[in-house]
């Protein structure tokens, strides 16, 4: 980890906060990687220690860098729902070099907008704070509810499909869509009013 952590940023939206990890969100975040429901598009379930893997991961990069792949939480209760964020892709893509935006929530948490109003807040970070140029999404073909929250985020897409390299040419969830948005269309998208709430960005 860097010895010399950049401050980390906790960004706040009407109803969420996007924060740094906890231990108490390992247990909650295992749980939702072992649902078959919230990981029907990705390849596999994970294992305990595979969740607590990748949530060390989430956890050291935002201490190393300020930003990422941030806890989910709900204010009004508190509850760790899943993780939404950035994250800069490490297998060659289409979009490479880029940054990608990315979420998995808890299932009983779908259908309430979350996705689409913490996409929004890590969007105006990246385009305001990070000073990105383009923000990047992708999924495979076949997962509409994903593609839907991209389109509302009012990202569009690039038309350049491709096969994710982590998977074999010839397996189902290998085909994924490339969405993508520019700082310029941001902008004149006025992001303010689709959040309908004032947002604030904290360091700690």
């Known amino acids: 980890m860097n010895s010399n ?26 749980e939702i990687n072992a649902d078959p429901r919230v990981m029907a598009y990705f390849p596999n379930l994970l294992s305990r220690a595979e969740s ?17 792949f941030w806890a989910l939480e709900v204010k009004s209760s508190g509850e760790f729902i899943g993780i939404l964020g950035l994250n800069k892709p490490q297998h060659r893509l289409p979009c490479s ?16 907008g979350y996705a689409t109003e913490a996409g929004m807040r890590a969007l105006r970070f990246a ?5 990105l140029d383009r923000v990047a999404a992708f999924t495979t073909v076949t997962n509409m509810r994903s593609i839907a929250v991209m389109q509302r985020l009012g990202m569009s897409d690039s038309h350049r499909n491709f096969n994710h390299p982590a998977l074999e040419p010839d ?34």
């Open 127 to 131: 385009f305001d704070r990070l000073l």
């Open 52 to 68: 607590d893997e990748l949530a060390d991961r989430c956890r050291d990069l935002i201490a190393a860098r300020g930003w990422g």
């Open 171 to 204: 397996h189902p969830l290998s085909e994924h869509v490339l969405y993508s948005i520019t700082r310029s269309d941001w902008n004149l998208k006025d992001p303010q009013n689709h959040e309908g709430a004032t947002s604030r960005t904290l360091h700690l």
């Open 97 to 112: 070099p880029c940054t990608e935006i990315g979420w998995r929530l808890a299932f009983e948490h779908w259908g309430k």
């Open 5 to 30: 952590p950049a401050p980390t940023s906790v960004l706040e939206s009407g109803r969420l906060l996007l924060r740094q990890w906890r231990d108490d969100d390992y247990g909650v975040f295992a």
